[in-house]
């Protein structure tokens, strides 16, 4: 049983930073790719970013580029997702996702299809 684990939500005033970290159970030897999503209220949830576990390639949505940057800690099993310049349109559940895959891939992986295990998700809310 993978368990995906999110931490480090909260509220904020906007301009300013968090920090979130997503770690698997599951060891990391076969991670191919994790992602964060986001559901605002009222809204479907979205693609935030996602890293690439093999190549180390990153994508962002258009509205966190340059503002939110992603990156890995093999060693801890963890991603983490850095936000700065937070706007209260950022506010939402945010929810981290995991695939696994047994082959080297360079591919991005954007949609809530492509991964199997997800966290329980973590409240961001950002006060104007």
């Known amino acids: 049983q993978v368990q995906v684990i999110e931490s480090g939500g909260g509220s904020v005033q906007a301009g300013d930073s968090l920090r979130l970290s997503c770690t698997a159970s599951?060891?990391?030897?076969?991670?191919?790719?994790t992602a964060w999503f986001r559901r605002a209220p009222g809204k479907e949830r979205e693609f935030v970013t996602s890293?690439?576990?093999?190549?180390?390639?990153?994508d962002y949505a258009d509205s966190v580029k340059d503002r939110f940057h992603v990156f890995r800690d093999s060693a801890r099993n963890t991603m983490v997702l850095q936000m700065e310049s937070l706007r209260p349109e950022d506010t939402a559940v945010y929810y981290c996702?995991?695939?696994?895959?047994?082959?080297?891939?360079?591919?991005?992986?954007?949609?809530?299809?492509?991964?199997?295990?997800w966290g329980q998700g973590t409240q961001v809310t950002v006060f104007s």
């Open positions: 996702a995991v695939r696994y895959g047994a082959s080297f891939s360079i591919e991005s992986y954007s949609k809530e299809g492509d991964y199997g295990y």
């Open positions: 599951r060891r990391t030897r076969s991670v191919q790719s």
């Open positions: 890293i690439n576990w093999d190549s180390g390639r990153t």
